[in-house]
């Protein structure tokens, strides 16, 4: 199984730009596809971005779309979401997972593994 921990939440100001990471350790990463999802208070969990195994392929959610630039780098096992033109309702948890299908996946249930989340807040 493989583990995920993000990093690079934070306080950012409504315009601004955040770069979360995903390192990942156990097995392989490039095994598996990898996603982004955030979370905000009393909503459901929201797909945001998603990239295939090799990074060939990537797929956004409506709300970073335009805004948002995932990627990965499987030599240093880990996965990316650069964020930009930051808006107060991005504010949320936001977590990667990993996927042991092959393709793009945007629901929470394909997906295994999961990250304990970073918190994203924008202030307006």
């Known amino acids: 199984q493989v583990q995920l921990v993000e990093s690079g939440g934070g306080l950012v100001q409504a315009g601004g730009s955040l770069r979360l990471s995903c390192a990942a350790s156990g097995r392989t990463f490039s095994m598996y596809s990898m996603g982004w999802f955030r979370q905000a208070p009393g909503k459901e969990r929201e797909f945001v971005a998603a990239i295939t195994r090799s990074g060939g392929s990537l797929y956004y959610g409506d709300s970073m779309k335009g805004r948002g630039t995932i990627s990965r780098d499987n030599a240093k096992n880990t996965g990316y979401l650069q964020m930009n033109s930051l808006k107060p309702e991005d504010t949320a948890t936001y977590y990667c997972?990993?996927?042991?299908?092959?393709?793009?996946?945007?629901?929470?249930?394909?997906?295994?593994?999961w990250g304990q989340g970073t918190q994203v807040t924008v202030s307006s």
């Open positions: 997972a990993a996927s042991t299908d092959w393709g793009i996946a945007v629901s929470p249930r394909e997906y295994h593994y």
